[in-house]
């Protein structure tokens, strides 16, 4: 078992610890504040954490590796990127009930929805590609070739770009998001693995393994 801690912002203090499964990946909270999810990578399932109470209410089984998690904007479903597999699961947050969008793509790393809720779109690690779903369908629509080994990614606030780092090509991608188009690729410190969007400043930050944050300005 490992911990999810939660850290008062103003004060950068541990206010609350919870127990959760074997090496905690992802964290996600729920629009309406009620649930905060865990990606639990070796014990193969996540966390469902009631954000009042602080304590585990429920811990979903899904196979090998669940990593990135995203939330539809009414807090309805939960959608989480299983690693070892070429699946995404779909969490129904008012019954705990699973189902599934199959077939992917390969190794399915990290998730994004955009602000609307149609569609959702997954890093794939294991063939270079983003994934654009129509959740509508349950289908992917397109796919973008970003580079090689894409991990971590982010969407910018109002949905139209999304913001790749490639771990074995040193790069980060901006993916237009209504055609998937390549709009831009930078070079960036070796082993590229952290990403996020500041709506505010509309920079981007990079984190990279070897050592550095980058930020860019968008």
């Known amino acids: 078992p490992s911990f999810l801690y939660r850290i008062g912002t103003e004060t950068l203090q541990i ?7 074997a090496v905690p990946k992802y964290v ?14 070796c014990s193969w399932d996540v966390s469902v954490v009631d954000a009042q109470k602080n304590q585990e209410i ?3 089984q899904l196979g090998p590796y669940p990593r990135g998690i995203a939330i539809d904007p009414q807090s ?5 990127a299983v690693m070892g597999s070429y699946d995404i699961a779909v969490i129904n947050l008012k019954d705990f009930t699973v189902n599934w969008i199959e077939q ?11 602000p609307q ?18 959740l509508a369908t349950k289908s992917v629509v397109s796919k973008a070739a970003t580079g090689s080994a894409p991990r971590s990614m982010t969407i ?6 999304l913001y790749v780092v490639n771990y074995d090509s040193d790069t980060v991608s901006k993916v237009r998001t209504n055609d998937m188009q390549i709009v831009q690729t930078v070079s960036v410190n070796p082993a590229p693995i952290g990403i ?21 300005q968008d």
Do not use: M
Not at 28 to 41: C, D, G, I, K, Q
Not at 104 to 114: A, E, L, M, Y
Not at 156 to 161: E, I, K, L, T, V
């Open 117 to 134: 809720g149609r569609y959702l779109y997954a890093t794939l690690n294991g063939e270079g590609q983003v994934a654009k779903i129509d």
């Open 196 to 216: 996020t969007y500041d709506p505010k400043t509309h920079q981007v930050w990079v984190a990279c393994y070897s050592g550095s944050i980058l930020v860019f």
């Open 58 to 60: 429920r811990r979903i």
């Open 156 to 161: 910018s606030a109002d949905g139209q770009f």
């Open 76 to 80: 309805n479903k939960a959608y989480v």
């Open 15 to 21: 206010d609350q610890v919870v127990q959760v499964g």
């Open 28 to 41: 996600a909270t729920t629009p309406n504040h009620r649930y905060v999810l865990v990606s639990n990578w």
């Open 104 to 114: 992917v793509g390969h190794s399915p790393r990290h998730v994004n929805i955009d």
